[in-house]
T-cell receptor, first 116, second 109 residues
């Protein structure tokens, strides 16, 4: 099994440019998460999907960030325009369901963004 | 507010020595706690969860509600244990994980 697949692994852009990250979760996993991880910190949730529905996007900075999960499988996270402070690793994770007490999160390798 | 604190950013011990990675939490409800690990050049993965009361790779963690702690322990460290370790707390009502900042564990030969 391939696990959670993310692309690109690395992205360097200039500020004010747009950027998009793609995530393919493990087959059959209904719940998908996007996390932001700054250097020296733990992951911070940006958005959680149950199938195609965004059930928790309270932490997503909606002025510049957007996400979608069409058909409840793959997901994209977009930043437009990017700012210097957006430099971080963007992690995608999936789980069979949203019940974290019985399931676990399966993470992708992350997309490292550098904004110059 | 719910919070997970890992007081040590870096912990370095010799191979064969005991290891204890500290995790303290603040949560008003009944917590579910986890340890995740990230080995070099690998993805973040679940190590163990308190609800399972299991030992994985020789690691154990006991939930101490009185001290609000969930320290990760291993009696004899091995070089392959070198990694980043994250403690996380599940907010049952939000299906959300609250993460600590992580501890980098280095096992010296």
């Amino acid at each position: 099994e391939a696990g959670v697949v993310q692309s690109p692994r690395y992205k360097i852009i200039e500020k004010k440019q747009p950027v998009a990250f793609w995530c393919n979760p493990i087959s059959g996993h209904n719940t998908l998460y996007w996390y932001l991880q700054n250097l020296g910190q733990g992951p911070e949730l940006l958005i959680r999907y149950e199938n195609e529905e965004a059930v928790d996007d309270s932490q997503l900075p909606k002025d510049r960030f957007s996400a979608e999960r069409l058909k409840g499988v793959d997901s994209t996270l977009k930043i437009q325009p990017a700012e210097l402070g957006d430099s971080a690793v963007y992690l995608c994770a999936s789980s069979p369901s949203g019940d974290l007490n019985t399931g676990e999160l399966f993470f992708g390798e992350g997309s490292r963004l550098t904004v110059l | 507010a719910q919070r997970v604190t890992q007081p040590e950013k870096l912990l370095s011990v010799f191979k064969g020595a005991p290891v204890e990675l500290k995790c303290n939490y603040s949560y008003s409800g009944s917590p579910e706690l986890f340890w995740y690990v990230q080995y070099s050049r690998q993805r973040l993965q679940l190590l163990l969860r308190h609800i399972s009361r299991e030992s994985i790779k020789g690691f154990t963690a006991d939930l101490n509600k009185g001290e609000t702690s969930f320290h990760l322990k291993k009696p004899f460290a091995q070089e392959e244990d070198s990694a980043m370790y994250y403690c996380a707390l599940s907010e049952n009502s939000n299906y959300q994980l609250i993460w600590g900042a992580g501890t980098k564990l280095i096992i010296k030969p």
